[in-house]
């Protein structure tokens, strides 16, 4: 399975969009980008995934890069209720995720 | 819908003591998780079904550890005897198919005294 990259934690001002990085460079050409995130106490929550093209949808967008070893998730107007962990997340064989370490995101007012 | 049940919520036990943690997936759904999140090791896949069969079971950390899918809409994660460093929250997820993404129950926090 793919191993992901992601910085500890970052912040980000209330209304302003969050742009969280994600390096993932020995995906192969069949594995998906996914992106989780986890508020403090709950179960983790899928956000989005891709394969290839940007995807959007109504929480975020996902941007990949061309070469697919990296991709970025977008919070277009974070909001206090963001601050969570964010995990991005490679599929592996048979339907397995392996979650990292992830990022922590602090949405400041 | 529902989504994911998990109970109890909470568990306290005492060191010894067999400890059964019980989850329903969503209908419909033929993959089905379990995940154990600590302070230390983060989030660890133990063991995962598809179609009510155990698949992989290779992050079940010792034998003490059981899981079982008896049909499609009732799963159980068995720990006997517990022991203190057995306690995290103990998370059970599931998913329609391949290339989806889980949904995840509120889980279950078990502490082990």
């Known amino acids: 399975d793919a191993k992901t990259t992601q910085p500890p934690s970052m912040d980000c001002a209330e209304g302003r969009a969050a742009n969280l990085p994600c390096n993932h460079s020995?995906?192969?050409?069949?594995?998906?980008v996914y992106w989780y995130r986890q508020i403090h106490s709950q179960g983790p929550q899928y956000i989005i995934h891709?394969?290839?093209n940007n995807e959007t949808n109504e929480m975020a967008s996902l941007i990949i890069t061309e070469d697919r070893k990296s991709s970025t998730l977008i919070l277009p107007h974070a909001t206090l209720r963001d601050t969570a962990v964010y995990y991005c997340?490679?599929?592996?064989?048979?339907?397995?995720?392996?979650f990292g370490s992830g990022t922590k995101l602090n949405v400041k007012p | 819908d529902a989504g994911v049940i998990q109970s109890p919520r909470h568990e306290v036990t005492e060191m010894g003591q067999e400890v059964t943690l019980r989850c329903k997936p969503i209908?419909?759904?033929?993959?089905l998780f379990w995940y154990r999140q600590t302070m230390m090791r983060g989030l660890e896949l133990l063991i995962y079904?598809?179609?009510?069969?155990?698949?992989?079971d290779s992050g079940m950390p010792e034998d003490r550890f059981s899981a079982k899918m008896p049909n499609a809409s009732f799963s159980t994660l068995k720990i006997q005897p517990s022991e203190p460093r057995d306690s995290a929250v103990y998370f059970c997820?599931?998913?329609?198919?391949?290339?989806?993404?889980?949904?995840f129950g509120s889980g279950t926090r078990l502490t082990v005294v």
């Open positions: 891709g394969l290839k």
């Open positions: 997820a599931s998913s329609p198919r391949e290339l989806y993404g889980y949904t």
């Open positions: 209908s419909g759904h033929n993959s």
């Open positions: 020995t995906i192969s050409g069949n594995e998906y």
């Open positions: 997340i490679v599929k592996g064989n048979f339907n397995k995720f392996y």
């Open positions: 079904f598809n179609n009510n069969v155990p698949i992989d």
